[in-house]
């Protein structure tokens, strides 16, 4: 059976287990029907016999039959013996044994040749001597018969029923296993197709095949976001690696063709080292938003101190504190994971410091309002157009490099959004161009963070 389908082999046992369970069945209706028989046969001579009781009696030594006596009633024979066993009214089988000894108010079974007997006696007292022998019998139920008649009925039933059951069975294991086609289709289709959008979409539920979909609906989506961050990756990679490479591949070749000068050979080597450094950051940078997307940054949120924490980064970083001013209050907790908010920090100064005047100044806040912490980065540098300041989220996008005389990857903000993110929380820009701009982030409270009002 190897080669057939899973359906199929349930429809097949169930349909085996079906006929055990009817084989089964048929030998105790046979035991039961034989038991039944018999009770019913005893009762119908009981029955009988006592009905016939007050019709008989002995006037004078004489036997006196009432009108309402019967001979032979329901099956049952009634015969009448007297005090010594002879046969006073009624008539005895040829097959019966005349010798049969009379047992009072015993049902038993005799045995005449091939045929059996249900015998019931019982005496009837005419005064302290006298009376006579009331004797019922019937035929036994003859349990061969009873066997036989059960097993051709059933036989002749067996196929229909054995066709209904595989049928049944089949419609069953198809029902059933529904689902699973479900999930193939989706499977074929994904490979196929290699669509990674597709999904199962089975109705939540408890049994297994609705766990199994939605197990696989959460692998497809996991493979999904990690296919398209690999392309995203592989897209951002080339996009902007491709200018630093150049510029290095172009120093070298020039390096190579012409004869330079130490001063030159120096600066080429400095220029080199700069587009390296430039390529390793922004690597870095690609990585770090790749596994923001897939969820695999092996990250621990804590609890901290947002004042302490912000001192330490900014002093960490080397900042120009006369520069720089920090106002945060003290008693501020926030629940954070510090790698991150370190790096989303970093980004909002360093970009702030970039596209200030020059000894331009940049304002770090942090503090509380309703349910939410906002962390502020303020400067008063060149600002932002209206029309770019929802595009400056975007991975490569950079307001004009020439207002500000500096260049970057463009991935600061972006990754910033997606720090944001990660928290829970997310970012909002305030900008006027030529008076500064100011970067905020709402973190929610959490239970554990706090802040004396």
């Known amino acids: 059976m190897r080669n057939y389908s899973v359906k199929t082999k349930i429809a097949v046992w169930l349909t085996l287990l079906m006929a055990m369970l009817a084989a ?57 013996y007297s005090k010594s066993e002879a046969l006073l009214a009624g008539q005895s089988p040829v097959s019966f044994p005349a010798e049969e000894s009379f047992q009072n108010g015993l049902t038993r079974r005799v045995s005449a040749g091939e045929e059996e007997y249900l015998v019931l ?27 036989g008649d059960l097993l051709e009925v059933s036989l002749a039933a067996l196929p229909v029923f054995l066709a209904l059951a595989a049928l049944g069975s089949y419609l069953i294991a198809r029902n059933a296993f529904r689902p699973l086609e479900r999930m193939i289709t989706t499977a074929e289709a994904v490979n196929e197709a290699r669509d990674l959008s597709r999904r199962i ?62 001063e030159d050979r120096q ?18 940078q690609l990585l770090s938003m790749t596994r923001l997307d897939q969820g695999t940054e092996s990250l621990s949120m804590e609890s901290v101190n947002l004042g302490e924490f912000l001192h330490h980064v900014c002093e ?20 954070i994971y510090p790698d991150l908010m370190s790096r989303l920090v970093r980004n909002l100064v360093e970009n702030a410091f970039k596209y200030g005047k020059p000894e331009g100044h940049v304002w770090v806040l942090a503090y509380r309002e309703g349910n939410e912490i906002l962390l502020q980065v303020r400067d008063d540098g060149i600002g932002i157009p209206k029309d770019q300041q929802d595009k400056v989220w975007q991975r490569f996008y950079q307001v004009d490099a020439s207002r500000s005389g500096e260049t970057g990857a463009g991935l600061g903000l972006s990754m910033v959004q997606q720090i944001a993110g990660a928290h829970g ?18 973190l929610p409270v959490s239970e554990t963070s706090s802040t004396d009002q």
């Not at 900042?319 to 907790?333: G, K, M, P, Q």
């Open 425 to 442: 929380g997310y970012m909002t820009l305030e900008s006027i161009p030529d008076i500064g701009s100011s970067f905020t982030l709402h």
């Open 121 to 147: 006696d019982i005496w009837l007292p005419e005064g302290w001597e006298n009376g006579v022998w009331l004797r019922g019998f019937i035929e036994a139920p003859k349990s061969r018969q009873i066997a």
């Open 267 to 284: 600066e080429t080597i400095s220029m080199i080292y700069r587009q390296a450094v430039k390529m390793s950051d922004i690597i870095s």
């Open 316 to 335: 960490e970083q080397g900042y120009d504190f006369t520069r720089l001013t920090l106002a945060v209050r003290e008693d501020i907790t926030a629940r």
């Open 201 to 262: 979409g089975l109705p939540a539920g408890k049994d297994e095949f609705s766990r199994l979909a939605n197990a696989f609906d959460r692998l497809f989506e996991r493979l999904e976001h990690s296919f398209e961050a690999e392309k995203q990756f592989t897209a951002d990679a080339s996009h902007e690696l491709r200018t630093p490479v150049s510029i290095v591949k172009g120093a070298c070749e020039y390096a190579r063709k012409y004869d330079e000068t130490e």
């Open 24 to 80: 089964l069945l048929l030998v105790f209706t046979i035991s039961i029907s034989n038991a039944v028989a018999s009770k019913t046969a005893m009762s119908r001579l009981s029955l009988a016999v006592r009905s016939n009781l007050d019709q008989v009696s002995l006037v004078q030594n004489r036997l006196d039959l009432g009108e309402d006596f019967h001979f032979y009633q329901n099956g049952v024979s009634i015969l009448v």
